[in-house]
């Protein structure tokens, strides 16, 4: 039996991306990293391939390559997908579609809501009833007490960050700490330094990401946008290997288009599907798979546009071989969340997914005699084999149905959001996580004593 299935061939040639990553390098090696951080700067002189010129570092090709540590790629043999639920929205579309600002009952029911519907992530909305500094440890703590697999919030601030390590060792949890460190065009956050130094010795991992946007914080042209952003990424890498004492790590890569007339990045636009497409591949000439936020959009509610920028980026992604997508649930960039979004999405993931999977046909498989019974019969609806693989071939989804215009008016013809909204009320009734007793006992007893000294 083998399986027929489709991929998408095409974008950046081998030699294409290999200039790309010389070019990077001669960036870093030339024009190096504002590192505008005393501490971190002494750290680095230490090191051979390393050129301090004031608050600049310059790296030498072979420590960037060293660090790097490229390994050949292997595409996924799974179709299995996964997908993260929106993160730090500070505002919520209810049902009626009003948009308002997240409360923390908002933030318990939506990650409950991810939780049910099999999502990752991170905190999908911010409680503004929180003061911002409690809000960091309030985000970790109301994923960890109401969810498998969301892993908190946001850390950008050294003493909420010690609450949420503190959280973390009782919890068993991982603790990193990552976020937007590298400010386009080639500048370290000296902020997020302070951070990840406090953390240095504890044998945290560290992420550098940065967030260059085409036109405004990086050239805009694609070729060059992409060295910008590829230097970036490896200059991030570099100081996760030498400051921080990690293993080579592939690090993230990022490049986003930009809209010159909103002022906005154009999350879901065709400009984004191109560089994401391109991030994949060079992603994949370093060794290692990135999950890219295709389920990001400027749509402002969960109408034609969202399903359009959503749909599109996914299923694209997904054949040049992403297994993972972000941002489900969020519109308007990341400034809503919409429950009503959030049951689409899954919608979306699960659609691709099926459509991944393919069908399979068996070695010189002939049909010649299923088709004479089926002519035979006048059909094929009682045909043994229908009975037996109707389930298999077909996917029947609880949301995209398939309802004739008769019976979509006998149901009362109920919207897709209506249905969405039902299978999110449904799903979140019949939640159900609660932490051990001593550990729940342990989180509330940290977070008694961050409230104390963070508000």
């Not at 051979?48 to 050949?72: E, M, Q, W």
């Not at 065009?185 to 302070?194: C, E, G, R, T």
């Not at 109920?414 to 989180?443: C, G, M, N, T, Y």
Request: aromatic share 8%; proline share 6%; charged share 20%.
């Amino acid at each position: 039996m083998s399986r027929i299935a489709w991929s998408l061939a095409g974008g950046l040639t081998t030699q294409q991306i290999q200039s790309l990553h010389e070019q990077a390098l001669d960036v870093l090696a030339t024009i190096g990293l504002d590192i505008s951080h005393e501490p971190t700067l002494r750290i680095l002189a230490e090191h051979d391939g390393v050129t301090i010129r004031g608050a600049r570092a310059h790296f030498a090709a072979d420590v960037v390559n060293r660090c790097t540590l490229k390994r050949p790629y292997t595409p996924p043999a799974d179709t299995a997908l996964t997908a993260g639920a929106g993160v730090y929205c500070l505002n919520v579309m209810d049902y009626d579609g009003t948009i308002r600002p997240a409360t923390t009952g908002d933030a318990v029911r939506m990650v409950k809501l991810a939780d049910a519907l099999d999502f990752s992530g991170e905190t999908p909305v911010e409680p503004q009833d929180i003061p911002p500094r409690l809000r960091q440890v309030a985000m970790t703590k109301i994923c960890w007490e109401n969810s498998r697999r969301l892993s908190g919030g946001y850390l950008y601030d050294p003493e909420p960050a010690e609450f949420v390590y503190e959280m973390a060792q009782a919890a068993g949890r991982t603790f990193a700490l990552g976020g937007t460190v590298i400010i386009s065009p080639l500048k370290v956050d000296p902020a997020k330094l302070d951070l990840f130094l406090r953390f240095r010795d504890r044998g945290v991992r560290v992420n550098f990401s940065a967030m260059p946007m085409v036109g405004a914080t990086a050239p805009i042209f694609f070729p060059a946008a992409i060295v910008q952003a590829l230097a970036e990424f490896l200059g991030g890498v570099v100081l996760s290997c030498l400051v921080f004492g990690g293993d080579p790590s592939p690090g993230i890569i990022n490049l986003y288009p930009y809209d010159l007339r909103h002022n906005t990045v154009s999350f879901g636009s065709a400009e984004k599907l191109l560089l994401m497409l391109s991030a994949m591949q060079i992603a994949n000439y370093f060794g290692f798979d990135i999950g890219p936020n295709a389920l990001m959009g400027t749509a402002r509610a969960p109408d034609a546009q969202a399903g359009a920028e959503k749909l599109s980026q996914v299923m694209v992604t997904a054949l040049a071989g992403a297994r993972h997508f972000r941002y489900a649930g969020s519109l308007s960039q990341d400034e809503i969340f919409s429950p009503v979004q959030l049951v689409i999405d899954r919608e979306i993931v699960d659609f691709v997914a099926r459509v991944l999977r393919g069908y399979d046909v068996g070695p010189q498989e002939q049909f010649l005699d299923i088709i004479a019974q089926g002519v035979a019969d006048g059909g094929f609806l009682a045909h043994p084999a229908t009975l037996e693989h109707f389930r298999d071939t077909y996917w029947f989804p609880p949301l995209f149905d398939h309802q004739s215009l008769g019976a979509w008016r006998e149901a009362g013809q109920p919207s897709v959001a209506d249905r969405a909204r039902a299978i999110a009320e449904k799903k979140l009734a019949d939640h159900q996580f609660a932490l051990p007793a001593e550990v729940a006992r342990d989180l509330n007893n940290i977070y008694r004593r961050a409230q104390q000294q963070l508000t």
